[in-house]
């Protein structure tokens, strides 16, 4: 799914580690990947920390107001959060899939999501 990600104006900042499990002995380069990966479509908002044949790990960070370019990740991944913020995630065709501000429960610093 491609999705792009707005931190509301009042929101923290949202601060995340991402691994994804590649699951493929072939090496990645620019060329290779799509161009909805969260490496090309949004990479103001998205610092490679390690990547390999096997794994991935980027930190995302999105300050208050931010709004990210449609992207994916398109990989299995776990988020590990370091903070939260309120955010809206829009589709491709900017329709609202979640708004965490009507969220019963939100990830606390040191969350590990699936």
Same mark, same amino acid.
Do not use: C
């Given at each position: ?11 923290? +900042?949202?601060? @995340?580690? $991402?691994?994804?499990?590649? *699951? ?6 620019? !060329?290779?990947? #799509? =161009? ?18 096997? +794994?991935?790990? @980027?930190? $995302?960070?999105?300050?208050? *107001? ?6 994916? !990740?398109?990989? #299995? =991944? ?37």
């Amino acid at each position: 799914m491609h999705v792009s990600l707005t931190a509301t104006p009042t929101a923290a +900042v949202q601060w @995340l580690l $991402t691994l994804s499990l590649l *699951g493929t002995a072939q090496s990645l380069s620019a !060329h290779d990947l #799509p =161009a909805h990966d969260a490496m090309k479509a949004a990479t103001e908002h998205h610092k490679r920390i390690l990547e390999n044949e096997w +794994v991935r790990v @980027l930190e $995302t960070r999105i300050r208050p *107001g931010e709004r990210t370019e449609i992207h994916s !990740h398109p990989w #299995p =991944a776990v988020q590990y959060v370091l903070s939260f913020s309120d955010f809206i995630r829009f589709d491709a065709e900017g329709k609202v899939l979640v708004d965490s501000r009507s969220m019963a429960t939100k990830p606390a610093p040191g969350a590990a999501l699936w």
